[in-house]
């Protein structure tokens, strides 16, 4: 566990899809696929760590943080000019998605840059 901060992009993710999962499911009782799916692939990608995996979800997940980016700021201009409701769903939105922005991207790079197998997250015994 001595390069457990390496995990914390996948962790980050894991927690933000569970957060998302259950309030989607607890404000309308609706169940959020898309959601349950990125919870199960980071959880995956925690236990197994598999190279080509963590490069496909780290520029997914970087893209949709930068669409993201983009609809909140879309969604700014509606706001009547200078308004505090306006400026503080800026500065929520933006600070969320340049965050998993930054996860996503240290991800790619983790990944990208490793040449071997490190060892898991979870250690199975053999």
Known sequence: ???AYLFI??????????????ENL???GNINYFALIVALVML????????????????????????????VLSEFRDFPAASLDGI????????????SGLAAGAMVLKHALRKSQPARFIAFPS
């Open 44 to 71: 995956f990608q925690l236990v197994y760590n598999k190279r080509i995996l963590g490069l496909a979800s780290g520029a997914a997940l970087g893209l949709f943080s930068l669409f993201m980016i983009l609809a």
């Open 26 to 28: 607890l404000a309308s």
């Open 88 to 99: 503080s769903f800026l500065l929520t939105g933006c600070g969320i998605f340049l965050t």
């Open 9 to 22: 992009p996948e962790l980050f993710f894991l927690g933000f899809a569970m957060y998302w999962f259950g």
């Open 1 to 3: 566990m001595k390069k």
